[in-house]
């Protein structure tokens, strides 16, 4: 399953055609890391199509165009009238499948560049004009295996197909889920044949056109012929004859190999092909969002205990006055920053008194109850709340993650997603842990009460209360009017402080005092006393409010406000994954669709949404064995002739 990279250089194709081939070529890469069954071998063997033909296709000396259709419609006596040959093609009146082998109308210059095998048997029929070849393919409904088969085959190799029928067979399903398998990757003309044994030529002619909309084209006036080729001169037949040699056929081989390769990657990409990795992206997307609502009923019931409540109320607390930095200004935020750092700073002081003054026990001692306060108030409510998820949820959250696996498995993602599991812990372990709200020294001291936690349970609460301390940080102190009462009596001493000094250095100056005027200590001593206590009553009013917005906070909204469970992560990533590989696909699609649309071949193609509706209504209609059109006037389906003309 992997694109061949052939010889031919960058030059022999338009920029755009490269850029689509290195496309496909991701998008096989991508869904190769995809174990999920037949359907991955069959996209990747697909794409691996489009690109090999364009690359090591024949030469683009002659434009192959085959007629196709069911038994006894008359393709022969079409090609016959096409050539102007009676007989090229030999016709049986009494025969079914009778057309056995390719017969060929090509210039004889120009055989060698059809190369079709030896074992075809092809009967070579001369013409006049050059670059164009005109095949009559056996029955692509007929009895005989290997019939169907080479015209199968044909089919493949063609450039161009024109899709043969009579009025009494436009509906035949057999035929039109062929015409369908190759809808996508082929430029079709439609023929309706005999139509000297049509009595209302227009309303046939608009209902043939309809069926062709169901199943997918868009047919107009210029692709569509009613022809009578058993009257060569009809003028629906010199029409279809003129449309094919008024065209440069060089120029059409060429865009014809375009068209070709763009077709190939529509059908390779198409709805029915892409179906299993969009129902994997819709299984995945449900499973995923029935787990997180079980994962939340876990984490309920994990922190229903008193204790673990208020451990989540602490360190709720701590991240609000964290955020609360951020959201103040002035000397809020100076009261937000102390409060955050006071437990460091009395450890930092605690253990510079111990290391500085003479060993004494009370000092140890004094030492020692700071650095529990410090590790109560930081690490003691993780540790809490690590202990409780651990001790209720293990079992519970190993029987998720057994589930997660065996949806992987199922689907074939289990070792792209272990991969990717190795991946990431290699790229942490080089890049270290992130900062957390605690030094990294006094968070080393939690591995005293370390309790295992594989499921990374306090990592996503604590993600979610980051996340909403944000909002209680704003909600608490983030209006202008706490922000102007706690900064207004701070604000008064520090002008009344910066007047004084302005006043002291008034009197210093040389032309109103010899000698320089300095403030005492005391002056200084007063204006820090009094900052510090204008600073108190904007310091309880934030704690009041941080105090009041933490307790608030019940442990059911938190979790019911996390996204992210690690123990869901494999599920997400290869989601995410899955449906990436789907967008790029789709988009692939509809860029060739695009492309294709753009090449003036005058040939009909597929509508770009025709894969929504059409084949899904051709389907069920198969599937049902109804027509998805109303039978004729009479209600009696008509015999089918033997004779192929």
Known sequence: MTMQQSSPSHSDHPIWVEQLIAEAEAIQRMVGKIHGGSWVSDLCDALDLAVRELRQGRPQGVALVTLVGGTGVGKSTLFNALIGKINASPVSHDRRCFTDRPYVAVHPADRPLLDFPEEWQPVYVDIPFRGWAICDAPDINGILESNRQLAKQLIEKSHFLIYVTMSERRADFDVLKEIRNYAIAKRWLFVLNKADEITDLSAVREDFCRRLTEIGFAPDEDVVFVTSARAPENSEVA?????????????????????????????????????????????????????TRETREVYREGLQDPVAAMAIQRVMNEAIWQYVVDKSWGFAALIAWLRWRWSRFRLAYALLRLSTTRFSLFQLLHTLVTTSA?????????????????????GKLEDIRLGVNS?????????????????????????????????????????????????GSVAALRAEVERTAVDEAQKAVGSAWVQFMVNLLPFAVSIDFAGRMVYFWWQSAPYLSAEPVFPSSHFYLLTAVMLAMTLLPGAILMGRRVRRSSKSLHCDRIVEQVKDFPVLEPLAA?????????????????TAACFRQSLQLGFATVRPNFHGVAFTNVERSLESGVSIMEEPANGQPQPAEVSDH
Not at 270 to 280: C, F, I, K, T, V
Not at 581 to 587: G, H, P
């Open 374 to 394: 410090v590790v109560f108030t930081n690490l003691l409510p993780i540790w809490q709340i690590t202990q409780h998820l651990a001790s209720h949820c293990k």
């Open 239 to 291: 029409r279809l004859r003129h449309f094919l040699v008024e065209r440069d056929p060089r120029e059409v081989a060429r865009l014809g190999a375009l068209d070709a390769f763009l077709g190939r990657l529509q059908d390779a990409l198409s709805h029915e092909r892409l179906r299993p990795l969009r129902e994997a992206v819709d299984r995945l997307s449900k499973f995923q969002e029935e787990l």
């Open 574 to 590: 290869a989601e995410k994954f899955c449906r990436q590989v789907l967008e790029r696909c789709e988009s692939l699609r509809d």
């Open 407 to 455: 949806l992987l498995k199922e689907l074939g993602l289990l070792e792209w997603s272990e991969e990717c599991s190795r991946d990431s812990s290699q790229q942490a372990g080089a890049l270290g842990t992130e900062p957390a709200i605690v030094p990294r020294w006094l968070a080393s001291l939690s591995t005293v009460w370390d309790v295992d936690d594989p499921f």
